[in-house]
């Protein structure tokens, strides 16, 4: 049996065999506003059940519009974060030119420096790896890394981003907008990942997944985030 | 001759570099060489009075403003005096307002803006960050090409030109070329095992002087910049395996804390501290003592060492559990480390393969014959922990 790390969508954990492969990337992807980032939010969430370690790479919000999103589905992260459970990377304020205080586990960046957010990860990597070799991470979203980079740039940064979480032994999402770079580029950044999920708004599709078949099934977001029909 | 201004990098470069000549900062994923390139810059211009301008199209000139104050380094001053300026290719793809006497909007234009900076700065230093942007933005052969054309100009403004350049995952022909365009580069690469965690420059090639191949540790320190580090060898294992000795054998020098202990041979309570130099390799050694009372020590020392030797006695398989335990409790496991299977001396040693075997390691863990008593095979042991400290 494969060790499988669950997703935090308890009704998709039973169709795919329990979670997601432990130690594996998975690309989340699909038309906006299709429940990508409430993914993530489940995920997440599951880790402060399993009382995991989670790093965390933000590009669109910060980590006080994540609490608080989060919250309108009742999942609470600020004990997880004050308990330094909850590694953040933050390149949405960075991109706006907001100065903030850093610290050991709420760190900024800018969307379009991958050299300085590759390096804050393996900071965060190293002080992870004291303490466990297994923990969960999240980038959510590589849309706005193509929106600031040039397209064959992010696929070079995430496979140097994918490579390092994996040594260290971490189970990841990262989530993608189709169509937003051309579909040779979509080719390179599904190539890139373990396991590939599709949203779109109805239905999910695992189009790829370590021992299963492709997977279809109708899927609804409710008060309670996602949930399989 | 300039200097850079970067510890260790002026002697390796036997004074600095000449008039006109072009630097490459070659880094790993993961390491700022940014660092380098704005200490050089900033230094020069505080204590040469030197001019110079930053070409940037990873970080806004605002940004850069707040990194050289985190590092102590003064830009306002030389900024507003004219002695630096930013060439500004990324503001403008930010949707922020540019700021620099040169702004670029669009790739295409930084032949000749550049070249007209270089011309400003005549007898300067120019900082190009980043390389791998640009490569793909237009192209590798366009990115290689303006490099040719930029260091032609450099040279003869006498402009030391410096390319800060982040090593993704480019074709190998491509970097050799652009390697090849430079007088000197300079590469920056981590020290891993499963994560990252110390930091390494080499001159690789230097057109002017000769090049050593010395590597050098450092570290980035919040305010100051690039710092010089020496790196700690650890060196551990069970009561009396001999881990004294075996200090003593590579680090002629060393120092130890000992006492009679009960029984009649002297153990060791404090460390074993020295100091080896080996094939341009620099290193402090401390050596633990083995008995269980002294495992406080061991995880402050692993953290702060960049590798390990387990050091265990042949002739003692009831000791090669606690061999293990010290290995996990050191998070050995998470930096490089050679089992050294000492007392290969005595007739009841075992081999390696037996030794690999008792205590059920992995494939790719090395076990090194030697007698530390003999002094053989220690040389076979150092090899075997740098090859693997310097695996890139």
Redesign the interface.
């Known amino acids: 049996m494969m060790p499988k790390i669950k997703s935090g969508i308890e009704s998709l954990d039973q169709l795919i065999g329990g979670g997601l492969p432990e130690n594996s990337m998975t690309l989340v992807y699909g038309p906006p506003k299709c429940g990508k980032s409430i993914f993530c939010y489940h995920f997440l969430n599951q880790a402060i059940i399993d009382d995991e370690t989670s790093l965390y790479l933000m590009t669109d919000y910060n980590l006080a519009q994540l609490e608080e999103t989060m919250m309108n589905f009742n999942w609470m992260i600020h004990e997880y974060f004050l308990n330094e459970q909850l590694y953040v990377l933050d390149t949405a304020s960075g991109a706006i030119g907001a100065t903030q205080k850093e610290s050991d586990t709420h760190k900024i960046s800018s969307p379009q420096n991958p050299t300085e957010i590759i390096s804050k990860i393996i900071e965060d990597l190293q002080s992870i790896y004291q303490k466990t070799h297994q923990f969960r991470s999240i980038l959510d979203s590589t849309t706005t890394l193509f929106s600031y980079n040039s397209p064959i740039l992010v696929i070079r940064v995430l496979k140097s981003y994918t490579m390092r979480l994996k040594l260290a032994g971490g189970t990841s999402i990262i989530t993608y907008t189709e169509g937003v770079v051309d579909s040779q580029i979509e080719t390179l950044l599904k190539a890139s990942v373990d396991n590939i999920v599709h949203l779109d708004g109805n239905e999910i599709t695992i189009e790829a997944m370590m021992g299963l078949d492709k997977i279809n099934a109708d899927y609804d977001i409710t008060d309670n985030g996602i949930i399989i029909l | 001759m300039k200097k850079t201004y970067i510890p260790r990098l002026d002697d390796i470069l036997q004074g600095g570099v000449p008039l006109g000549k072009s630097m490459l900062f070659n ?1 790993m ?6 660092v380098f390139g704005y200490q050089i810059i900033a230094e020069r211009t505080q204590i040469d009075k030197e001019i110079g301008f930053i070409y940037t199209n ?3 000139p ?2 850069i403003g ?1 990194v050289f104050e985190k590092y102590g380094w003064d830009l306002k001053t030389p900024l507003e005096a004219g002695q630096i300026f930013f060439v500004d290719s ?1 503001s403008s ?2 949707g ?1 307002p540019p700021i620099g006497k040169y702004v670029i909007d669009d790739f295409e234009k930084s032949r000749d803006i550049i070249l007209s900076a270089i011309e400003d700065v005549a007898g300067g230093t120019a900082i190009i960050e ?1 390389v ?2 640009l490569i ?2 237009i192209g590798e052969e366009k990115t290689l090409e303006l490099i040719r054309i930029w260091n032609e100009a450099a040279s003869e403004q006498n402009v030391n030109i410096v390319y800060l350049f ?1 090593r ?3 074709e190998d022909q491509m970097v050799d070329r652009l390697i090849s365009l430079v007088n000197c580069e300079v590469k920056l690469f ?1 020290i ?1 095992e ?4 110390r930091q390494v420059f080499v001159v690789v090639k230097s057109s002017w002087g000769k090049t050593t191949e010395c590597k050098t540790f450092f570290e980035v320190i919040e305010p100051s910049g690039v710092k010089v580090f020496i790196p700690k060898l650890l060196v551990t294992g069970p009561y009396n395996a001999g881990k004294t000795t075996f200090v003593h054998a590579i680090a002629q020098d060393a120092v130890s804390v000992e006492r009679q202990a009960f029984e009649m041979f002297p153990t060791t309570v404090g460390l074993d501290i020295g100091h080896v130099d080996y094939k341009g390799f620099s290193a402090d050694i401390f050596g633990t003592p083995g008995q269980d009372r002294f495992d406080l020590l061991l995880e402050p020392l692993a ?1 702060e060492s960049i590798g390990a030797f387990i050091v265990i006695d042949s002739t003692k398989p009831e000791t090669f559990t606690r061999a293990k335990e010290m290995i996990n409790m050191c ?1 050995a496991e ?1 930096i490089p480390k050679v089992i050294v299977a000492n007392k290969q001396d005595l007739e009841d040693a075992l081999t390696p393969t037996e030794i690999k075997k008792r205590m059920a390691l992995g494939e790719n863990v090395q076990i090194i014959p030697v007698s530390a008593d003999e002094k053989r095979g220690i040389d076979n042991a150092l090899d075997a922990l740098f090859d693997m400290i310097y695996r890139v």
């Open positions: 880094a994923p993961g390491l700022m060489s940014d990873t970080r806004t605002a940004e707040r990324i793809m930010m922020v980043n791998a942007t793909d933005s982040t993704w995952n480019y981590g891993e499963k994560v990252m965690y953290r998070r998470a």
